[in-house]
């Protein structure tokens, strides 16, 4: 198998991963997915390098001794109108080579990038599990002065909170629990002892007050509001 079918079955491979994460329900089975596709994206990202390095070197002999090497786009933007999510990856000269040396392809929850031989590197960037679906075949790519802007096409008209579904884990993890039986009130006197407890002593003769007044109301049979 050759370098360049090595490289067509890892994509596929990478994008099959990418679907099975999405439809995975138990965190373990998605966190093993994740790590097996590192692992693809890591020798995806090295089969290109080498099958690169081979063109070169058909190309001119002389040449090939300069090594190109491939980098990792980490830094983006995105944002989106009602009909496309798009990305924003600032690479400086990236409008003075050949369009043809920017590679962008697209799934319905993935894309990739490959930016090849721009000052000396190739820069690679793949971005699986994107949060909703998107038209493939109606995506595209614009480049600009020292831009290039990735156009995901929705395949519905929906507002996109994340870029991807592990941002949107990673953000649910961090929001503190609730539960739904609890009784309100414990919330609302948990936020009482904690202003009482940090207040100064103005507050805290306020609370002593509406304490007090509220022990008051219940002694008559009235409905009281604090209860420390």
């Not at 490289?7 to 491979?13: G, S």
């Not at 999510?85 to 990236?94: C, P, S």
């Not at 805290?204 to 008559?220: F, P, V």
Request: with cysteine; hydrophobic share 35%; charged share 35%.
């Amino acid at each position: 198998m050759d370098v360049t079918e090595q490289i067509t079955q890892l994509e596929a491979d990478l994008l099959e991963l990418a679907s099975l994460t999405e439809k995975a329900e138990r965190k373990r089975v998605q966190e093993l997915l994740k790590q097996e596709q590192a692992k693809v994206e890591k020798e995806l990202a090295a089969k290109r390098q080498q099958k690169e390095q081979q063109a070169r070197r058909q190309a001119d002999p002389v040449a090939s001794s300069k090594a190109v090497y491939t980098v990792k786009i980490t830094n983006y933007a995105w944002d989106q109108s009602e009909k496309f999510v798009k990305i924003y990856l600032t690479l400086k000269n990236v409008h003075k080579i050949p369009s043809e040396k920017v590679e962008v392809k697209f799934s319905e929850r993935s894309f990739s990038v490959l930016v090849k031989e721009l000052d000396g590197k190739n820069h690679q960037m793949t971005v699986l599990n994107l949060l909703y679906p998107i038209d493939e075949q109606n995506s595209s790519t614009k480049i600009k002065t020292d831009m290039v802007v990735i156009m995901c096409k929705k395949q519905a008209t929906k507002k996109w909170e994340f870029l991807t579904t592990v941002e949107k884990q990673s953000k649910e993890k961090d929001k503190p629990s609730v539960d739904e039986n609890a009784d309100p009130s414990e919330g609302l006197m948990s936020m009482l002892k904690k202003i009482y407890t940090d207040g100064d002593d103005e507050m805290k003769r306020t609370i002593n007050k509406a304490w007090s007044e509220s022990q008051e109301k219940k002694i008559r049979g009235e409905e009281g509001m604090m209860d420390f």
